[in-house]
């Protein structure tokens, strides 16, 4: 019973700590004006959210069939970090796809092609959180650490607030990210 309250006493400071970096966001994200300052902020606070320090987003094509990942870097906006990649058989896509949160916490790194080649540059778990406005995917999320411990659920659902920020706060500032519904 002591064990069950020393653990229950170890997780509350986190949780704590993460509501205390996501209200931070949330009054930082209320100050921006514009679609830079939505991924500057974000990109600036989200490592405290989440205790990580990779954080992107995924945008598709306009035909669908491939997607560009953006690294979120500080205040230089979006930085393009590759070559365009395909949907099909990508956690990218299968996040926007089923419209849910696709995560190493349920699912092996193996399952995609882009966790392969991401883990073929050392990341070793992922989060990709569905960007969602008004019932349309405009893309995902993605966070990942090349660090041994796994992500857990907490995680998962911190990463959730943070991409529902993110969606949010782009459609407020009428961003280009988002296509015309």
Known sequence: MSQNKDSKSVEVPKIESRFKALTTLTKALSSSTEEKDVIATVSRHTPNVLGIKRVSIAIPSEDNLTFEVFSLEGMGGLLSVGSKMFLFGAAVGAAMEQRKVISTVYEPVDNYGD????????????????????????????????????????????????????????????????PDS
Not at 142 to 169: C, S, W, Y
């Open 115 to 178: 966790w392969v080649h991401l883990k073929g540059v050392g990341l070793r778990n992922f989060i990709v959180v569905p960007l969602e406005i008004f019932g349309k995917v405009f893309g995902t999320l993605n966070v990942g650490t090349g660090d041994a411990k796994p992500f857990d659920e907490l995680d998962v659902l911190f990463a959730q607030q943070v991409g529902t920020l993110l969606a949010t706060f782009l459609h407020v500032h009428g961003s280009k990210i988002i």
